[in-house]
């Protein structure tokens, strides 16, 4: 089984990424992983690049995609985090699944009340010395006593980019170039969305009709 996930910001995709990939044991790729691991195995080129801040072609991520996708830990199957983002991308990556004779799979979409995705985000608040979180929207997430951490009293902070400002800019710029890639994939149908507004588990299960094909 292969499986492309797409997520707003704050949508979940890095916790849903490993519980899937774990149940039905199949390789969880992202491009960014794919990029460190070559810095790492000496491609000294591409560390340059990086190190300048530049950005990495598209050629040299369809190339780590191809080598990935083809090599002998993929056999069970995939799923890509954060690829393909634009719709360039995925008609380049539906070439070279075609070279390679790989089925797309399904395409994944959580789906997300960006109110909700907002508050998740702005509400966050953490202690600084224990390393507890908190969310100050959420009644269960709550500290019992407001600003200070339940396990050892001190004062909670948050960060300065959570606000639901700077979300709400993530979220539509999200938006804007990932809706025709969502068009795209609704056309070839292929595109599942899931709603996940729920919990962890909620969106888990949902998620796991789809892979089963229910
Ligand atoms: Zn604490």
């Known amino acids: 089984m292969n499986i492309i ?4 910001p704050a949508g979940g995709k890095g916790t849903q990424s490993e519980l899937i990939c774990s149940k039905y044991n199949i390789k969880h790729i992202s491009t960014g ?12 080129e591409l560390k340059n690049i990086m190190d300048a801040g530049m950005l990495v072609s598209d050629e040299i991520i369809f190339d780590l995609i191809r080598k990935c996708i083809s090599s002998e830990d993929s056999k069970n199957g995939y799923l890509l985090d954060g690829f393909p983002r634009n719709i360039e991308q995925a008609k380049k990556y539906d070439e070279i699944l075609e070279e390679l ?9 959580l ?12 509400g966050r608040r953490s202690c600084m010395n224990c390393g507890s979180t908190y969310n100050i929207y959420f009644d269960n997430m709550k500290p019992t006593e407001e600003g200070i951490c339940n396990n050892c009293n ?6 300065d980019d959570d606000n639901e400002e700077t ?4 979220y539509n710029t999200y938006l ?39």
């Open 5 to 8: 996930l797409i997520a707003p």
């Open 33 to 44: 992983d794919l990029l460190r691991k070559e810095v790492e195995n000496g491609n000294t």
């Open 101 to 109: 004779n790989i089925d797309i799979g399904k395409v994944i979409l």
């Open 111 to 122: 789906d997300i009340d960006p109110e909700l995705a907002a508050k998740r985000i702005a």
């Open 154 to 159: 001190t004062a909670l902070t948050a960060r």
């Open 167 to 170: 979300y709400k800019t993530r």
């Open 176 to 214: 804007e170039k990932t809706q025709p890639l969502i068009d795209y994939y609704k056309e070839k149908n292929v595109l599942y969305t899931v709603d996940a507004n729920g919990t962890v588990d909620e969106t888990f299960n949902k998620i796991e009709d789809i892979v089963r094909g229910d």
